[in-house]
């Protein structure tokens, strides 16, 4: 089929937006009971816990604050479930308390004068609640240096740092206290340590410039009146958490910090590159005209091909000054914003033309640039701010190595998280390119959870999928991120020559597509166009190199290919609550012989509350949702989804089912065995959202966290090439449904 029929015919059956409210009904919760004590465990653990707290509390306490001390409070393994949170052991609200999670269990604020207290009442406690959290308490220990270590050395922890002026860059995580004077100390004891220079003060917050001299390069101004660490202890002061960028001078400098007791986590800084440049020439395809494209913000090494001048709406002030910018690069993502598909027409790409936002904040490999994220990341906050109307970002670039804890969200990923939510944008990240020695796990910042991060894939032939790029990183993610989301070509022509490789070059391809379904959608957001396109994939289950396929059909993400109908709506959701959308039309398109055929999709992405920790237990909210529908004998049966989250083991729901994943994704073949049996002639959609550790947002219920967003989006299928099935949908949803698509109508074939 030629490309223009390809663009043309999905504009009559455009996606539907589904108008049904909810119905919301509640849902009992369950109390302790005694059954749920574990009997053989429990006179054991009484003697543990409380000789671990006397032998702590006689210990002196040498890293407390004010008084107060960070113990690590350990499950077993069949106590991992939110439903085993030991509240009645830490929950008095002032000498002791859950203030975080932690690896296999929890973070424990407790006031060292009252940890005796504690030991006599795990020893004598008689109440249901008590018996049943010590039951499932495996240790308690001093949350020190060698939990803050995981197992490494300070030697280690200071080699994987990168060099910067004065010495080595790291992040800090303060430890979460809520007693006002302990977080005084904390505040106290690091601006000592700025003072005698085991901390060298930085500045890293920048200024946009008022204006641009027509021809002069704008670069950002840094701000001197604030050191990164007074910027840090001042977030610290009021919210009771923050973390900041530092630069420390030595090892020793290091091994005082960790031993200080007023950091939880130190992660090494690494520095940031991008895939090296390869050799060749190739002609170069014609510049498309810049009307009316939409925007993709290329946070990159700048562009200075001169050929693609008038397709620039934006240019940022520099973050990186020129002389230090990776050029080669930013040009090469930019071609392939800009229209990839003309460089690589043999590789059926969609034919999408964009403009860019140029965001020079990539230095050349060698180029000495300093790896200042705070820097960073203060200037992409001014950027977001700037330029609003762009939506996409492309971020091509990545931490040259992995985290050293695979568990841990890294610091950029989690900050390029924040600007998104705040400001309502979609990062499309690389997954990141294998380097000699180095592992295949992911790197910063694919780690996001509001990105779609895109891995490598291969072609075979005139653009047939292939398996995964040899040189591209792979998933999963940490805390269950089922990253990478999505795949696509990554050996591609570009401007400055011949065959290019890596997954910087694939993410482009997803950036122009998330361009213009934003522009084409009625009513965006960036977790829906998330949805839709990760809807339009391939792949039945989530692979590791691939994630969940490539966008690659003869259709957009804003419209129904033939034979299909797609619903696409938005909603907030209650933790505690179940939401039925009930009375979806089942389409006599989809019975045959009275029985449920054809195919089914269901996609749907929840924006997450998170952990201030970025650790374990990352997310503090999920998602549950299924499509269902009435058997034979009048029960309720899973057509989409199987609900099996909240009720599989812990430790087995997190490995099989991703139950923490903020992105569901269902997919099933009616026709499968002959088809479905059923009865009636509707289907519902049923979802819910959870929530754990309510501790750290000092919530005592989940009521009180609020409506989550929830993006869903439910395609069915047929397998004919007529939009029978979508208009069949459309008018039995009648005034429940309309165009999710732009100066679009609802026109059904007659």
């Keep these: 089929m030629p490309p223009e029929e390809r663009r043309e015919r999905p504009a009559l059956n455009p996606v539907l937006t589904l108008r049904k409210e909810a119905v919301p009904e509640t849902v009992q919760g369950r109390g302790a009971s005694e059954a749920h004590v574990v009997q053989e465990r429990l006179s054991t653990q009484r003697r543990v816990l409380a000789d671990k707290l006397e032998a702590i509390a006689g210990s002196g306490a040498p890293a407390a604050h004010a008084g107060r001390i960070h113990l690590a409070v350990e499950m077993f393994e069949d106590s991992f479930a939110p439903s085993w949170t030991p509240r009645p052991l830490f929950a008095d609200g002032h000498h002791v308390q859950l203030v975080a999670p932690a690896r296999n269990g929890y973070l424990v604020e407790a006031e060292v004068a009252h940890l005796q207290a504690l030991a006599r009442h795990i020893r004598q406690a008689s109440a249901v609640d008590a018996r049943v959290a010590i039951s499932r308490v495996r240790d308690i220990r001093p949350y020190g240096a060698d939990e803050l270590l995981r197992g490494r050395e300070i030697g280690a922890l200071w080699d994987r740092a990168t060099e910067v002026d004065g010495g080595k860059a790291f992040v800090l995580w303060l430890l979460p206290f809520r007693d006002e004077s302990a977080r005084a100390s904390v505040v106290q004891t690091l601006m000592r340590f700025e003072s005698e220079r085991a901390v060298v003060p930085t500045f890293s917050a920048v200024e946009f410039p008022l204006a641009r001299r ?122 392939l914003v800009v229209h990839g598909y003309a460089w690589n027409n043999r590789l059926n790409l969609p034919q999408l033309d964009c403009r860019i936002g140029t965001v020079r904040a990539l230095p050349r490999s060698g180029a000495n640039y300093p790896a200042d994220f705070a820097r960073l990341v203060d200037y992409l ?65 694919a780690d996001c959870e509001a990105a779609l991060t895109v891995g490598g894939r291969a072609h075979a032939g005139d653009g047939v999928l292939g398996g995964a790029c040899s040189v591209s990183l792979r998933g999963p993610g940490p805390e269950g991120m089922l990253k990478p989301d999505l795949s696509w070509f990554s050996n591609l022509r570009m401007i400055g020559g011949g065959q290019q490789m890596g997954s910087s070059f694939a993410a482009p391809l997803v950036s122009s597509l998330a361009a213009h379904t934003f522009a084409n959608l009625r009513d965006p957001t960036p977790d829906l166009v998330r949805a839709l396109i990760i809807n339009l994939t391939e792949l039945e289950e989530h692979h590791a190199a691939l994630g969940w396929g490539t966008p690659h059909h003869d259709h957009l993400p804003w419209t129904c290919a033939p034979g299909s109908v797609t619903l696409a709506w938005r909603a907030k959701m209650r933790p505690g609550f179940n939401y039925y959308w009930r009375g979806i039309p089942i389409p006599p398109e989809l019975i045959r012989d009275g029985k449920l055929v054809g195919k089914g999709r269901l996609t749907a992405i929840l924006d997450p509350i998170v952990s201030i920790s970025g650790g374990p237990n990352y997310f503090a909210t999920r998602l549950q949702a299924s499509v269902q529908y009435t058997t034979r004998a009048g029960g309720t049966s899973n057509l989409l989804g199987s609900m099996r989250e909240d009720r599989a083991p812990e430790r087995e729901a997190r490995a099989d089912l991703a139950k923490w994943h903020p992105v569901r994704r269902h997919i099933r073949d009616f026709s499968k065995r002959g088809g479905i049996t059923f009865s009636g002639d509707t289907m519902s959609l049923h979802a819910r959202v959870f929530a754990r550790d309510l501790f750290q947002f000092d919530a005592a219920s989940h009521h009180e966290l609020g409506e989550q967003d929830v993006s869903f989006v439910l395609t069915l299928s047929d397998g004919s090439n007529n939009s029978n099935l979508y208009n069949s949908m459309a008018q039995q949803l009648g005034t429940f449904v309309e165009s999710a698509v732009v100066e679009q109508n609802v026109e059904l074939e007659q």
């Design 381 to 445: 906050h001014a950027v977001a701010r700037a330029h609003p109307e762009t939506r996409v970002w492309n971020i091509s670039l990545n931490a040259v190595e992995p985290e050293a804890d695979a568990d841990l969200v890294s610091f950029l990923g989690d900050e390029i998280r924040v600007i998104a939510r705040e400001h309502n944008i979609l990062p499309v990240i690389s997954i990141g390119n294998r380097r000699a020695g180095g592992t295949d796990q992911l790197c910063a910042p």
């Design 214 to 335: 027509d021809g002069a390069e704008a670069i950002v101004s840094v701000r001197r009146d604030e050191t990164n660490l007074a910027r840090t202890v001042r977030r610290y002061r009021g919210a009771g958490h923050a973390r900041g960028v530092v630069t420390v001078p030595s090892r020793d400098a290091l091994q005082a910090i960790v031993l200080s007791g007023s950091s939880f986590r130190i992660d090494p800084v690494p520095r940031i590159e991008a895939t090296s440049p390869g050799i060749g020439a190739e002609p170069t395809p014609p510049v498309p005209n810049a009307a009316a494209q939409p925007i993709v913000a290329v946070i990159d090494g700048g562009m200075t091909a001169q050929s693609y001048a008038g397709l620039e709406a934006w240019r940022a002030p520099d973050l990186v000054p020129p002389v230090q910018a990776d050029h080669a690069h930013g040009n090469r993502v930019s071609s």
